[in-house]
């Protein structure tokens, strides 16, 4: 998979018969990636596009509560940076204008906390989970965990 935001990010992932994730919603990036695709020779791969009502960044937790108590302040870390070097374009995906753990939580968005059940349907509904799990510079300890949890529900929605 390739991941990237611009016209040459899809046709280098369709030249060469990778995946594409767009972390933008820049218009014609699909087609873009679909034409390339083809042109070389390859049915487009496995690709993901935002919609606005996806999330960007997945954390699986046995207590959300607890989750967003420990990794929340992580999550506007990256929340603020993104919208940092980003001012004024919200085609990127993971731009939210939230301020706090509390606002960003609330609201729909980039970042979510799911239980194991909510991931495993998540996935059942033809979403992938998108991982970050170093989100906001998360430090490994933390992360592995909610890795550990998404890696379970990708294993009960496979039917494993």
Not at 23 to 52: C, I, M, V
Not at 129 to 139: D, I, K, Q, T, V
Request: charged letters at 20%; proline letters at 6%; hydrophobic letters at 40%.
């Amino acid at each position: 998979m390739i991941a990237g935001g611009t016209a040459a990010a899809a046709r280098r992932a369709g030249r060469h018969g990778l995946g594409f994730i767009a972390y933008t919603n820049t218009s014609g990036l699909k087609e873009t990636f679909e034409a390339e695709s083809r042109a070389h020779g390859h049915e487009p791969g496995p690709a993901q596009f935002p919609d606005g009502r996806r999330t960007t960044a997945v954390f699986v937790s046995d207590d959300i509560d607890a989750a967003w108590a420990e990794i929340g302040s992580y999550l506007v870390h990256d929340a603020h940076m993104a919208a940092a070097y980003r001012q004024g374009d919200d085609s990127v995906a993971s731009i939210t204008s939230a301020d706090s753990v509390d606002e960003l939580r609330s609201t729909a968005g980039p970042y979510a906390v799911m239980t194991i059940d909510d991931a495993v349907a998540y996935i059942r509904s033809g979403a992938s989970l998108p991982l970050h799990p170093l989100c906001g510079g998360m430090p490994p300890d933390i992360a592995w965990p909610y890795l550990e949890r998404a890696s379970v529900a990708v294993s009960r929605a496979r039917g494993e």
